[in-house]
């Protein structure tokens, strides 16, 4: 059925010259589509020093650190994957979590979903504004939507495991560099 | 991915303790199959609650004056981890918890729940009920008009689900007017029985709601008396 396509427009992709005329020239496959790619920036960094803190794991969830304190969140990707947040749950000022352990959860589109301690440490602060505001999970999640802080008393090793997130995810590929 | 197996439990007439007991059974498996190997890790739990509760999932229950009443009227209470509001479960009403692996099948959780959405809408329409209609958060869930037909609620830890939907067959409903279900104002709540007139029993939905399971999860249905095997 192609070839029949092809005769149809072949006049017009032959060369100019009579006596190739009906010369059916084949056009080229057409080449791979790429695999779609988001625009790498989507919003302006704020600070790009804090950017370059910022590490993610598989599960979607961000940790930044300072000065022995790491700030805890989940990514754009998540709240977007989520839907409207309407409930968070955080824990108490002073819960020590191990990595892995559930630290709370988030609730959405009648969906419950766990939160996971990036690493271990002591739970010295919570967001207070996510129990009336959920929304800000979604609105600004590297920002007002952050959700706990917790110190490290041990020393720690983010660089293997937890790396600036790049053609990653496990729900499709796609560069996630965001402010 | 697809036609993968789906392991499914049905479990009758169970009081709601005993199926999620049974569905943490399933949980458990669906956490250790994630192997390279094609084992049957995802299943469905179906089961009728054989007592009346009332459930409520993380955002909190009735306060304890109320919780009082509701027991005095001879049903239990259970708070469970999972989204949505207060809800009542009995006898008559088909209670389905698929325990699927979402990074498996790279569906992301507003994804999942929109497809347990379109799971009981064609359900529907293969029943007989061609106008029941989803609707946006925070309604969400399947409605006949402004009464709410099928409840939905799940919980997501690792990827893998677990509680999900109550459709009333022959729910007695007066039950849910000790309630405001899912805390949705000025609502109601609707059978399959109420909507098309005649007695329907969870038995007589079983299977036609199986098929729209076995299509709109693209998965084989495999039998089974026990998570374990």
Known sequence: ??????????????????????????????????????????RLATSSLVLSARKFTDKHEWISVENGIGTVGISNFAQEALGDVVYCSLPEIGTKLSKDDEFGALESVKAASELYSPLSGEVTDINAALADNPGLVNKSCYQDGKMSFLSFNNEYHMASRYHKWLCNSYFFQFNDVEA | MSRGPVRVLRLGLRPYAEALRAQERCVEAARAARLPVPVPGESVVLSEPAEPVYAWGLRGGPEAEAAARLRRRGAGLAAVRRGGRITFHGPGQLLVFPVLDLRRRRLPLRGYVEALETLVLRFCRRFGLPAARALPPPFTGVWMGDSKLCAIGVHCGNHITSHGLALNCCTDLTWFDHIVPCGLEGKGVTSLSRELGRHITVDHVLEPFLDSFQEVFDCTLVFSEDPGD
């Open chain 1, 1 to 42: 059925m192609a070839w029949r396509a092809l005769r149809r427009v072949g006049p017009v992709l032959a060369p100019r010259c009579p006596r190739f005329s009906l010369l059916l020239l084949p056009l080229p496959p057409p080449a791979p589509p790429l695999p779609p790619r988001v625009p790498a920036a989507r």
